[in-house]
């Protein structure tokens, strides 16, 4: 992992656009953590959550719901990009996402990143726009591409 970006004002933040953010720590994803999103969301589709029947489906093993690995987008960003000295920071939404290749049972994750854009919000704020990728050790494509906003208040 590298350091995270730290900004500590709106005009650190426009300055840097462009910037380049991680890569974070590998994360390994288990069952368990998709059997528990998946009673956190409902979301009991077998390709996720049944191993059996997922042996002989598409993948050859269940694999992590699109928004399971979207979600881990809170996790990891901490470990790209951080504003210090804020008064509240909030996430504002997200953009074009897409879940380019799916994550088998037993896959590493981990994050990469670029800041995309940054505007001004009034006085005293800064609205982000971070591409986030999510990365497959081993994969040749992404499993997750986001471009998340979140909005910082100084």
Known sequence: MTAPFIFSSPAEAIDAVGRKL??????LVKQERID???????DHQWIHVDPVRAKDGPFGTTIAHGYLTFSLINMFL???????DMKMGVNYGAD??????PVPTGSR???TGELAKAELIGDD??????????????GDKPACVA????R???
């Open 109 to 111: 994750v981990r994050a």
């Open 96 to 101: 074009k996402l897409r879940f380019p290749a």
């Open 36 to 42: 528990l999103f998946a009673r956190a969301t409902g």
């Open 125 to 138: 704020a800064v609205q982000t726009t971070c591409r986030i990728v999510i990365e497959i050790e081993g």
């Open 78 to 84: 901490p470990e790209l990009f951080e504003a210090r």
């Open 147 to 150: 471009d998340i906003i979140g």
């Open 152 to 154: 910082y208040y100084f």
């Open 22 to 27: 991680g890569p974070s720590d590998w994360l």
